[in-house]
């Protein structure tokens, strides 16, 4: 009879255990697309029985209701794109660091915050795009050559107001200073052959259209570009390979400060950053995966290889301020 109870004791324990492990949740703030979050959450719930509720909305925004709610806050993730918006994240107090050997050996150094307060989870290369028809080889170097007399009338930018831009003009000034890279930045204005666009893709079809010859890009914008229209005569091309390299960035996430859950929030993105959950996260929109171990996809490795740049992502967000002014300056609107 003792036996018996010990053993109904036993069973109630242990269902009570798998009850609250699948009653378990992650909150995620997320600027990403629900098309490309909702299969990985929904795979990680698979696997782990925890679900995975998540609010999308764009960076700024999500920001501001992180600051505005406080302790109350439900999210144990903010998930956004770009480092400036992480570092900013940052800034504002938004985000805690993490403690993490997994994250550590997935991520490298330069693709995640030196004080691991947010971690890089795909990265995205912004790379130069030509015209196959106009463009001979040998023309195109490097990102600083786009300003000389060769390429006058023949280069086309997407408006200095977004971030991916002005993350481009914060490397550079780490990388050359920033009186240097003012003088890049105004000889790409004097060799521009229209105003700047509202994005990559209008800026890739003035290409295509023949106003312009060459541009920058995210490269994830030219694969949604070449998927619709295979026959695109547009082409990428990876300037600086004898220098510093590709200007790359990455999409990522930290845990919030006033997590409910954090150490499933840990969890969460330490799956995202696993090989197993890396060729979902970077394929979904046509990205590289951050953890090395993993390969691109068939789509994107056509692309090429190509060396990337290896400062700290995190100088994209600390330099973005003396961006902005350097870009105004420079009649880059």
């Given at each position: ?270 799956w995202l950053s696993s090989e197993k959950a890396q ?55």
């Amino acid at each position: 009879m003792v036996k018996k109870i010990v053993l109904s004791l036993l069973v109630l324990l242990c269902a009570g255990s798998i009850s609250s492990a699948f009653a378990e949740q992650v909150v995620v703030y997320s600027a990403r697309n629900e098309h490309l979050i909702q299969p990985l959450f929904e795979a990680y719930t698979k696997e782990t029985g925890v679900e995975v509720k998540f609010a999308t909305g764009k960076s700024g925004p999500l920001m501001e209701r992180l600051k505005s709610e406080g302790e109350n806050t439900q999210a144990d993730v903010l998930m956004t794109v770009d480092a400036g918006n992480l570092w900013q994240a940052t800034q504002e107090g938004l985000l805690r660091p993490v403690d993490s050997k997994m994250l550590q050996t997935n991520i490298p150094s330069h693709l995640r915050d030196p004080e691991n307060n947010w971690f890089g989870l795909s990265v995205r290369a912004r790379t130069i795009v030509y015209s196959t028809e106009r463009v001979k080889d040998g023309e195109l170097t490097t990102y600083e050559a786009l300003g000389d007399a060769e390429f006058k009338n023949r280069l086309c930018l997407r408006t200095s107001k977004k971030v991916y831009n002005q993350s481009l003009v914060g490397m550079m000034i780490a990388e050359h200073g920033e009186k240097r890279a003012e003088e890049i930045v105004s000889s790409w204005v004097a060799n521009l052959a229209t105003d700047p666009f509202s994005n990559d893709t209008k800026m890739m079809q003035a290409i295509e259209a023949g106003q312009c010859d060459v541009g920058i890009v995210n490269t994830y914008y030219f694969g949604r570009l070449q998927k619709k229209q295979p026959e695109i005569k547009l082409a990428l091309f990876w300037p600086n390979q004898d220098g510093s390299g590709v200007h790359v960035n990455v999409s990522g996430a930290g845990v919030t400060k006033y997590a409910k859950n954090p150490a499933g929030a840990i969890k969460l993105i330490e799956w995202l950053s696993s090989e197993k959950a890396q060729n979902l996260y970077a394929d979904g929109n046509m990205e590289y995966p951050v953890n090395p171990a993993v390969k691109p996809s068939k789509v994107v490795a056509a692309w090429g290889d190509f060396k990337g740049n290896l400062i700290n992502v995190s100088r994209a967000g600390e330099l973005q301020t003396d961006a902005i002014k350097l870009m105004d300056r420079a009649g880059y609107r």
